[in-house]
């Protein structure tokens, strides 16, 4: 059984730095690419970053380039989301996500999902 599981989230004041990490079990890791999502109160859940098997390729939205980073060690099967510079407006539970395609930014094209970790920014 696949599983995701996130970690890292909590109460931040803005500017500050945070990071995410995402553990997966049940499936080989280097054979997925590996993705953020992140769900704000009443909004659809939109992609924040992804990277390739190996690491060496990643995507992010527009809102987050440059303010965050993604990386993984395939070793420990965990997959990091480094948030600097952070933003009232990056308060969300942030999801981890698995697909054996890259780059994929469509919430739909994922099939496996972690729980999701809650990030609150204050002003």
């Known amino acids: 059984q696949v599983q995701l599981a996130e970690s890292g989230g909590g109460l931040v004041q803005a500017g500050s730095s945070l990071r995410l990490s995402c553990t997966a079990s049940g499936l080989t890791c280097r054979n997925y690419a590996m993705a953020w999502f992140r769900q704000a109160p009443g909004k659809e859940r939109d992609f924040v970053a992804a990277?390739?098997?190996?690491?060496?390729?990643?995507r992010y939205a527009a809102s987050v380039e440059g303010r965050f980073a993604i990386s993984r060690d395939n070793d420990k099967h965990t997959v990091y989301l480094q948030m600097d510079s952070r933003k009232p407006e990056d308060t969300a539970v942030y999801y981890c996500a698995a697909d054996r395609s890259f780059p994929v930014m469509t919430r739909t094209q994922y099939n496996y999902w972690g729980q999701g970790t809650q990030v609150t920014v204050s002003s």
């Open positions: 990277i390739n098997w190996g690491g060496r390729s990643t």
